[in-house]
Structures are given as structure tokens and as C-alpha cells.
């Protein structure tokens, strides 16, 4: 893989950087848009291509493909994690451990939504296949430097009402 910023134009050796996407709801939105928009933020980003979108239903999988540009789809993500160059997954939470462990073993970069796991026996197994030097591993923390939350630490961060255990908001 071409490490980012060292050429424009180019993704692998062989090409664009080839992604494959578990899920198209919400976050397959958010994430296909700025898949496709990288070089509008970062014009030295290597170039990438939605390549493979992954869902359980055929017929919703195929629209939303068409939609999100993605140029073929999967209704199974074992025959994607290792096709790709990088595997987004955000599906359902309680898909977020086994597909991701999956490709960081097989070489694959890994970018997973929030949460990692949803037992801590999940969460060390992909700790550990994270370590391989050979995928690099990330999470979706897109809201952490929002405006609204940056807003709320600096209102709670000197500590005048104390501990605050729970937010509710919209």
C-alpha cells in the first residue's frame, strides 16, 4: 500500500486503494460520501475506489450500491475482507468483531464504527489482530471534534458541576 500523501494519483501498486463497505444504512452513507469526497479535504490522499458493498438483503443491497457508487456488492463479508484493500465495517454492532478480525489477519486496513465490540473476549481478539504491522486499524470517533462537543467539554472541563456521569441530548 502506498502510504497516504506520497502520490496523488495513486492508491496500490496496482491502482486506486480498492474498498470494501459492511453496511449501507446511515453510517454506509456518511462513510461512502466521504470515501468519495477524500480529495475535495485531501488533495494528497492516494486515490480510492468503492469497490465492493456488503449487506444481507440482494435487492436493497443492489439499489444502495448503485447509489453509494460502489461497483459490485457481496451478500457475505468472509468473501470481502480479504479482496480489498481497506474494509470499512459498519454494520450492526454485533457484527464488528469477527469481520474485522477477519481482514486485519489478512492483511487488510481496517476502519471499524464505534463500538469495537460488544464483549471485552471481542474487544482483546481485536486488539491483538491489530497489532500485525502489516493492517493498519482505526476507529470512527467522527462526532469528537464537533463543534457541540468541543463546546460541551470546555463548559464541564473546569470541574464547577462535578462529575457528570450521563448526557442525554439530541
Do not use: Q
Not at 496496482?14 to 460520501?33: E, R, T
Not at 448503485?66 to 481497506?86: E, H, I, P, Q, Y
Request: negative net charge; contains cysteine; glycine residues 10%.
Amino acid at each position: 500500500m502506498t502510504p497516504p500523501g506520497s502520490d496523488a494519483d495513486a492508491g496500490t501498486a496496482d491502482g486506486p486503494l480498492s474498498v470494501g463497505m459492511l453496511g449501507y444504512g446511515f453510517m454506509g452513507k456518511a462513510h461512502a460520501n466521504a470515501v468519495a469526497r477524500l480529495p475535495m479535504f485531501f488533495p494528497d490522499a492516494p486515490s480510492v475506489e468503492r469497490s465492493v458493498l456488503v449487506g444481507r438483503d440482494e435487492a436493497a443491497l443492489a439499489a444502495a450500491a448503485d447509489r453509494l457508487g460502489f461497483a459490485s456488492t457481496a451478500t457475505d463479508w468472509r468473501d470481502v475482507v480479504d479482496a480489498v484493500d481497506v474494509f470499512y465495517n459498519l454494520g450492526p454492532n454485533h457484527l464488528h468483531a469477527a469481520p474485522s478480525i477477519a481482514a486485519l489477519e489478512a492483511g487488510t486496513h481496517v476502519l471499524c464504527e464505534k463500538p469495537l465490540a460488544t464483549r471485552l473476549d471481542e474487544a482483546t481478539a481485536m486488539r491483538d489482530a491489530a497489532r500485525d504491522p502489516d493492517a493498519v486499524a482505526g476507529c470512527g470517533l467522527n462526532y469528537r471534534f464537533g463543534p457541540a462537543v468541543r463546546r460541551a467539554r470546555a463548559f464541564t472541563a473546569p470541574g464547577e458541576l462535578g462529575g457528570i456521569p450521563h448526557v442525554p441530548g439530541r
